[in-house]
């Protein structure tokens, strides 16, 4: 591990705006921020909310890494913030945050983001070399059948001779997902920054930034054709101005899957709100808007933020759920809650075992029964989280823990209560209430997905694998539905103080206001107070 000097102390406190992807159950994640805590001040760092002698510095994320949940993992008991990284991502490819990362036949493709004008830490120092932008016609790739540690990446340019249209701008704060039934990947929206950044030591970092705004389209790239798509989305206009959601694949409903857009925060500040959902049958290109309800008026509150957000589907199909946690909203959230669907009901769940801080700028994948929350950051910037902070949320005994064991979803009786049926499956409610163009519309695709695992299953073949197994692009096989947190991404650094420990060097550059004044996972014109701000100034937190 000498190749990754700066993470053998276990100082790392919180990894933030990371994305990332899963294949046969081991998640990958890469990018974002990473926040060092370290004893002594030195120029560059900044002190940490409510404690003074605590100093923070700020990296970029370089590591790719990988998380496999094959076996049972109990981070209560052990943690290792260096024996997940399997690469690092050479200097001259743009280090971002907040882009999209997916899997498709054992290669992480790697797309979009922001530069994070954080220094680059590498090979023991900090790099003063000049970076550059992001650029939307290139896109890395690697391998995943590279040993450990000695694996290369592929930079890749995008190709119009082969049809694929011309991308102008490396969007952030969108939302990305991919789907293996169709071989695509999508990226919603976002917006365009460059922030700005000058080294200290003379030499040049990054050019001046611009006004950020936003973008109006869906990118997708169809791994089949090699082809890159940048649509329009008329359909839902209000879709065009909205980014920091969340977008989650649902396997096995219409004949490629759907994508289901739930969360996030309009350019003019106001939040979306949970009483709608966007749903995207990927076969037929069509956006449609679907009320959802809660039996009692009280829904999920509005939020961005990089909240986690996972699917998985009743062995029977006859249920589809969403599992959302955390994200911002006047702080980080806590409390679980279920989206069921085709009912579209919301239903808070068990939250035991939670985050004691919270999360936001996390992500979240699903792998067997298990709603896994990688890394992201809690309320206090200075505290870290404990045991690694990857938290385990077990969908069928609605609990978190920082333990994982592989297991097979069943409906909760929470659940289950509501929508008729039980463990397996059965459901009895087809269609949310009081829709009647339901019917005709997404519930289609609800029903025949019903229809067809029940064929399945009549005709003695299993029809679908529950639990764990997946293939090789991504996509967690039948019971299970790939889930994907929105944005932003990972997961709880683990504080681990070592004794002598030392933290890493002060950084060689003086950030643009933008940079100190923006949150790892919010647009600028939010009202509300933003973290990084909060964090760094002692704003107050409940
Ligand atoms: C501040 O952080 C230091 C170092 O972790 C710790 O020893 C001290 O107890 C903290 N003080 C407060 C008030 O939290
Ligand atoms: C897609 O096209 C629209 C309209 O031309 C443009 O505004 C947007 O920036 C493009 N998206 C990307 C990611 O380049
Ligand atoms: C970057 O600049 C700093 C400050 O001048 C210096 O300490 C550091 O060694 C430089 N890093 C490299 C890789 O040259
Ligand atoms: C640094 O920036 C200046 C002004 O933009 C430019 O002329 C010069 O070539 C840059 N130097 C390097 C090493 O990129
Ligand atoms: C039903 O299953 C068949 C075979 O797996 C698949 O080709 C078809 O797309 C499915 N139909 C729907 C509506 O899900
Ligand atoms: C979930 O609950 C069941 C029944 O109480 C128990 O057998 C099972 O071990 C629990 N699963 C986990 C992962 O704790
Ligand atoms: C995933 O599993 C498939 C099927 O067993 C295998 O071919 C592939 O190499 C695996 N991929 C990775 C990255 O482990
Ligand atoms: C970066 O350098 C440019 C050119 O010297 C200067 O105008 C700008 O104010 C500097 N920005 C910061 C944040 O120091």
Excluded at 81 to 86: G, N, Q
Excluded at 323 to 347: D, R, S, V
Excluded at 426 to 454: C, M, Q, V, Y
Aim: overall charge negative; proline content about 5%; some cysteine.
């Amino acid at each position: 591990m000498a190749r990754y000097p700066l993470l053998v102390t276990g100082s790392l406190l919180w990894l933030s705006g990371l994305v990332a992807t899963v294949v046969n159950s081991t998640i990958y994640t890469i990018g974002g921020t990473a926040y060092y805590w370290t004893p002594k001040y030195t120029p560059g760092y900044q002190n940490a909310d409510n404690n003074y002698s605590v100093y923070i510095l700020k990296t970029s994320n370089s590591f790719l890494r990988a998380l496999d949940l094959s076996k049972p993992v109990d981070f209560g008991a052990e943690f290792s913030d260096t024996a997940d990284v399997i690469s690092e991502l050479p200097f001259e490819i743009p280090h971002v945050k907040l882009g999209a990362v997916w899997a498709d036949q054992n290669k992480i493709y790697y797309w979009g983001g922001e530069l994070e004008v954080e220094p680059v830490y590498m090979n023991g120092a900090f790099q003063n070399k000049t970076r550059e932008w992001p650029d939307p016609m290139k896109y890395y790739t690697y391998d995943l059948s590279q040993p450990k540690g000695s694996g290369e990446w592929q930079t890749v340019s995008i190709s119009m001779a082969r049809g694929s249209d011309v991308l102008t701008v490396s969007p952030s704060f969108g939302s990305y997902t991919y789907s293996a039934e169709a071989r695509k990947a999508f990226y919603l929206g976002g917006m365009f920054r460059r922030n700005e950044l000058n080294n200290t030591d003379g030499s040049n970092a990054t050019r001046a930034g611009i006004e950020p705004y936003y973008v109006g389209s869906m990118v997708v790239y169809d791994a089949v054709q090699n082809v890159w798509d940048n649509d329009t989305i008329a359909t839902a206009m209000e879709l065009n101005d909205v980014v920091d959601g969340a977008m989650v694949y649902v396997a096995g409903v219409g004949e490629k899957g759907i994508l289901v857009r739930i969360g996030g925060i309009y350019t003019n500040g106001d939040l979306l709100s949970f009483d709608t959902v966007y749903v995207y049958d990927i076969a037929a290109n069509i956006w449609h808007r679907q009320p959802t309800t809660s039996k009692t008026n009280i829904f999920p509150e509005s939020r961005w933020g990089g909240f986690c957000a996972g699917a998985i589907a009743a062995s029977d199909k006859t249920s589809f759920t969403i599992y959302i946690y955390g994200g911002y909203a006047h702080g980080q959230k806590k409390g679980t809650w279920a989206l069921t669907m085709p009912y579209f009901q919301w239903i808070p769940v068990g939250s035991s075992g939670e985050p004691e801080l919270g999360h936001s700028s996390t992500t979240c994948q699903v792998v067997g029964g298990t709603l896994v929350m990688v890394r992201g950051r809690g309320v206090w910037i200075h505290r870290g989280d404990t045991n690694g902070g990857s938290y385990f949320y077990d969908m069928t005994n609605l609990t978190w823990s920082f333990k994982y064991q592989p297991s097979e979803y069943q409906v909760p009786k929470t659940i289950s209560d509501v929508i008729g049926g039980n463990g397996q499956g059965h459901a009895t409610i087809t269609g949310p209430t009081d829709d009647k163009s339901f019917a005709e519309g997404l519930g289609r695709l609800f029903t025949a997905a019903a229809a067809n695992a029940t064929r399945s299953t009549g005709s003695g073949s299993t029809g679908y694998s529950k639990g764990g197994s997946s293939n090789s692009t991504g996509a967690i096989a039948g019971g299970v539905v790939g889930g994907v947190a929105g944005l932003a991404i990972i997961w709880a650094g683990i504080w681990v103080l070592m004794g002598t420990h030392k933290g890493p060097p002060a950084p060689n550059y003086q950030e643009g206001w933008l940079a100190r004044q923006e949150i790892d996972s919010v647009p600028i014109q939010i009202p509300v107070h933003e973290l990084d701000n909060t964090v760094v100034q002692g704003g107050t937190h409940q």
